[in-house]
């Protein structure tokens, strides 16, 4: 089944303590993104890569990192996390952004930083 | 940027009505406008899109319509049922970064 797949689900930590939510797609998708979602602001760009090894800024960049070392997983690192890092995070991924294919994405991590 | 507003924020309709959401955009260059469903506890899904070329765009009970010229789209949904009950999203694609912005979203409440 053709899926994004984002872990863990959920997600309790204190300020400044690492960490890391992974994703992964099976469906050769060049382009990966990470969006965070809070009440009345939709949905927030937080990094984006367009293929191996090219990532590049959204919208809410800071305090958050990416890397994209395989075409597939394309993991989200908090390096230090503070409360207003608290937030429903999701992966997606298409085909390309050129031809404004369908973004598909996972279901989402609901992160707690106490 | 690109800057997307949606209305309304909640909407409520009895089962057999008809939704209509609305959003406008600030980007006159924006070419491409999908629609996303979410269910609780999962991610947004599309439902349908529009590109700048067409002015309307049907899918069996879902409508998408496009108004370039004043900026702005609209999903219409009819005879709703109560598994269109769900949160909605709307989103344009910001030329220059070549990302979606989305809107705020919806909470779509079909009450049976």
């Known amino acids: 089944e053709a899926q994004v797949t984002q872990n863990p689900r959920y997600l309790i930590t204190v300020t400044g303590k690492k960490l890391t939510v992974t994703c992964s797609q099976n469906m050769n998708h060049e382009y990966m993104s990470w969006y965070r979602q809070d009440p009345g602001l939709g949905l927030r760009q937080i990094y984006y890569?367009?293929?191996?090894?090219?990532?590049d800024k959204g919208d809410v960049p800071e305090g958050y990192k990416v890397s994209r070392k395989e075409k597939r997983n394309f993991p989200l690192i908090l390096e230090s996390p503070s409360p207003n890092q608290t937030s429903l995070y999701f992966c997606?991924?298409?085909?390309?952004?050129?031809?404004?294919?369908?973004?598909?994405f996972g279901n989402g991590t609901r992160l707690t930083v106490t | 940027g690109e800057n997307v507003e949606q209305h309304p924020s909640t909407l409520s309709v009895q089962e057999g009505d008809s939704a209509v959401i609305k959003c406008t955009y600030s980007d006159s260059a924006s070419n491409y406008f999908p629609w996303y469903k979410q269910e609780l506890g999962k991610g947004p899904q599309l439902i349908i899109d529009i590109r700048s070329n067409v002015g309307e765009k049907k899918d069996q009970r879902i409508a998408v319509t496009l108004n370039k010229t004043a900026k702005h789209f609209s999903l219409h949904i009819t005879e709703t049922q109560p598994e269109d009950s769900a949160v909605y999203f709307c989103a344009a694609m910001d030329t220059g970064r070549r990302a979606l912005t989305f809107g705020s979203g919806t909470r779509l409440q079909v009450q049976p």
């Open positions: 997606a991924s298409s085909f390309d952004r050129v031809r404004n294919s369908p973004l598909h």
């Open positions: 890569s367009m293929n191996v090894e090219v990532t």
